[in-house]
């Protein structure tokens, strides 16, 4: 028979255990960013640990400036007193072509939220393709034509670019860089500085869709699902959020390479804060979470391309949830997780079994190129 004692002792035994290994983390996470390997590995440009130290120790060492150190989707300039954001990405996905999109809308989408969730409206877009010789121009049409659609639908005009070809085996067909420039009409200043304990947590929708799609899609899994990517621009459930709630929203960011998980990490790491998680109240699909299960991942890890993670002002949560869902890109939006004083700079998830765990940043990612 187990006396009162016994399982006070027992508890306490456990969490001391766990604030030891949040101890450990924190040493880590504190120490100077230095890249140990070599030579760079896919596992640099997943999104996680080994691409933020990359980021911090070689880039960000070498460019240092305020608007670099924010280390934010996009740089916040004035420029002849209007503010405006400029932000760049580079999109490698392989395949070029599948379930719900392909590279073109892709590279529109992808630099037309991280605008968004600066809080501006974009504007404008240059577009650089990297060609490898021998690629059809049938599917560089395509592309070209997808692009074209997705910077109609959001409101967005391609106004200059760049082509280079290189030889045959030495770009996997085509690369596209997009960069962009959005005009800030709001009066927000959007960033993880403002997070404060007691805010809410929420997603726009189910998550993980695209990642278990571009997985699906290379055909290296005898698995077979009814699911497409989520690419999409998020400018208006974005603009809606901003206007449900002004003055409520901290911080916005889109959850692309790493996933959730990895936003919510670096918003942690930012203010020294926690994040704690509701398992049971994160939205996955099912066939994502039974592709996830196969695959042996997370889907908290695992890359969107039409969904953003929220952190509001906990009195207006229940507002921003019903601004989110009255939107279609934003149907699926829940508030998962709240922000609190302990443990600082770590994500704690409330699992479905009454447990918890730490929800840490990977090293790399088990979804490589899936942007």
């Not at 560089?140 to 034509?145: D, G, H, M, S, V």
């Not at 106004?159 to 959005?182: E, F, L, M, S």
């Not at 189910?206 to 899609?217: D, Q, R, S």
């Not at 695992?302 to 149907?331: I, N, Q, S």
């Amino acid at each position: 028979m187990t006396t009162g004692a016994e399982t006070t002792a027992g508890r306490s035994a456990e969490q001391s255990a766990e604030q030891r290994v949040l101890e450990r983390i924190e040493r880590a996470r504190l120490r100077k960013p230095r890249v140990r390997e070599e030579r760079v590995t896919l596992a640099h440009g997943a999104g996680g640990k080994a691409t933020q130290t990359l980021v911090e120790a070689v880039f960000v060492d070498a460019f240092r400036n305020p608007h670099l150190e924010a280390m934010t989707d996009g740089a916040t300039l004035t420029l002849d007193g209007t503010r405006t954001v400029f932000t760049t990405d580079t999109f490698v996905v392989s395949p070029l072509f599948f379930p719900g999109g392909d590279i073109g809308d892709l590279a529109v989408n992808g630099t037309v939220n991280d605008l968004a969730v600066c809080g501006a409206r974009p504007m404008y877009l240059s577009a650089g393709f990297v060609l490898e010789e021998g690629f059809p121009v049938a599917d560089l049409r395509r592309i070209a034509a997808s692009m074209a659609a997705a910077a109609s639908a959001a409101g967005v005009s391609i106004v200059t670019g760049d082509t280079k070809v290189v030889q045959r085996g030495k770009a996997d067909g085509c690369y596209v860089n997009t960069a962009g420039i959005g005009v800030l009409e709001r009066d927000v200043a959007l960033g993880a500085a403002a997070v404060r304990a007691g805010d809410a947590v929420l997603v726009s929708g189910p998550i993980g869709e695209h990642g278990v799609t571009i997985m699906l899609a290379r055909g290296e899994l005898d698995i077979e699902a009814d699911l497409a990517s989520d690419t999409a621009p998020l400018r208006e459930p974005v603009a809606a959020l901003l206007d449900a709630v002004p003055g409520g929203v901290r911080v916005l960011r889109d959850a692309t390479r790493g996933g959730v998980a990895t936003v919510l990490n670096e918003i942690a790491q930012a203010v020294r804060l926690g994040v704690v998680l509701d398992e049971a109240a994160v939205p996955v699909a099912p066939v994502v979470t039974g592709a996830c299960e196969l695959l042996g991942i997370d889907p908290l890890y695992v890359a969107c391309e039409g969904r953003f993670v929220a952190v509001v002002d906990g009195e207006h949560a229940d507002a921003a949830l019903a601004a989110l869902r009255g939107h279609p890109l934003g149907e699926g939006a829940a508030i998962v997780g709240h922000v609190a004083a302990e443990p600082p700079g770590a994500v704690l998830l409330k699992t479905s079994f009454g447990g918890t765990r730490v929800v840490d940043m990977l090293v790399g990612d088990p979804l490589p190129r899936i942007c």
